[in-house]
């Protein structure tokens, strides 16, 4: 059956920053299309984008979006319901809730993500405002200076924090200088490989905030710098329970706290180790890709609780966890030949995209994974002269 949408949209808007906007499309099966058609839509949708030249590149890629290009056929209800069967929120899109991602993407909050297609589809691909009483549980390790930046944004913009650290003596510093700044944070000691004391920490949070959640940012992280033939059983059981399985504990532990509030959020903080290979890294690099992997699954079977999740993967970052390997020259001269922006990031850089994912702004994006790496993960080969 032939479809006689066609339908064009020709915005084109040009900034300070570069955004190629434009796009048209006609709707027929794959056997109808002409010469003539295949021209016009290389022309306006590819051409004209690849002659607008940027440093950093990025690409949104939405799914059914309310904008005329669509209209047409949302309005047909055996449609729509087609499209709201495949999509885990269980609905279209919004013109704001793409937009709003294009945007941030021009910010310099985004000045190490380059390289990257973020769909913006209610979790379409993943399947075979701001709320008062914003809450996040923050799962504290070794990543100190990353988590005390993502506490400051989300508290600035209102949420209610609660964070956690191994041990009080941790947790005393940061939680001075947040109280002497007027910043309202509460917090309590936690191993996180300790399933009790995952646990008790919920009931605390539960308590704390009424039994409502908005957000989760599962953030700790450890590496052990070894050759994979020289790891042991205790180097494994470690890292497994640090980075994968509390995470994953946590996720359960809250699940019925997000659902109750009626907007939740769950961000992980993952890896470029989970991706790509990373040397001294692999079983924290199989850690993260299970994070990842478990970000997708989440994303798919809470998004009907109206539950997001998302995963945020940095490269190499300015935090205690790898600033001694950056002040090694051989180290960092190897890293930034492999990074097309030429620097190791910062850790602003990720906090700020954290921050973003559990924003309303962000609505429509879940099942994510988006690296903040400075292009560390789409860099294959550059031939010398180019």
């Not at 589809?121 to 399947?127: A, E, N, P, R």
């Not at 957000?215 to 790891?231: A, E, M, P």
């Amino acid at each position: 059956m032939s479809c006689k949408y066609n339908i064009k949209i020709t915005k084109y808007m040009i900034l300070k920053r570069k955004i190629n906007n434009v796009g048209t499309n006609i709707w027929k099966p794959t056997t109808e299309y002409t010469g003539e058609d295949y021209a016009h839509m290389m022309a306006t949708n590819l051409e004209s984008s690849f002659h607008l030249n940027g440093i950093r590149v990025n690409g949104v890629a939405p799914w059914f979006i309310n904008t005329p290009l669509v209209e047409q056929v949302l309005g047909d209800k055996e449609f729509l319901e087609g499209v709201i069967s495949r999509t885990t929120l269980k609905r279209p899109g919004e013109v704001e809730e793409v937009s709003l991602m294009v945007a941030y993407l021009c910010l310099p909050s985004a000045s190490y993500v380059t390289g990257q297609v973020i769909a913006v589809d209610g979790g379409f691909t993943l399947l075979p405002k701001v709320v008062d009483g914003h809450l996040m549980v923050w799962l504290l390790s070794s990543l100190v200076a990353l988590v005390e930046l993502v506490v400051e944004e989300l508290a600035g913009l209102g949420a209610k924090v609660y964070t956690c650290c191994k041990t009080e003596s941790e947790l005393d510093e940061p939680m001075q200088d947040w109280a002497e700044r007027g910043i309202q944070v509460k917090g309590s000691a936690c191993d996180v490989t300790c399933r009790d004391q995952r646990v008790e920490l919920m009931k605390k949070v539960s308590s704390e905030f009424d039994g409502k959640l908005n957000i989760l940012i599962n953030n700790v992280g450890t590496n052990i710098w070894k050759h994979s033939i020289d790891y042991n059983a205790e180097d494994y059981a470690h890292m497994m329970a640090t980075n994968l399985e509390s995470s994953f504990h946590f996720s359960q532990l809250a699940h019925p706290l997000l659902k109750s509030s009626g907007s939740g959020s769950i961000v992980f903080t993952a890896s470029v180790a989970g991706l790509v290979h990373v040397s001294g890294t692999s079983i924290y690099g199989a850690t993260k890709a299970g994070m990842i992997q478990l970000t997708r699954n989440l994303a798919c079977e809470w998004g009907r609780d109206g539950i997001r999740v998302n995963a945020v993967a940095p490269c190499y970052t300015n935090t205690p966890l790898v600033k001694h390997l950056l002040k090694d020259k051989e180290f960092s001269d190897a890293l930034i030949s492999r990074v097309p922006l030429g620097r190791s990031g910062e850790v602003e850089e990720v906090s700020s995209l954290i921050a973003y994912l559990c924003l309303p702004g962000a609505s429509y994006v879940t099942g994510q994974i988006i690296a903040v790496d400075g292009g560390f993960t789409v860099y294959g080969f550059q031939q010398p002269g180019y």
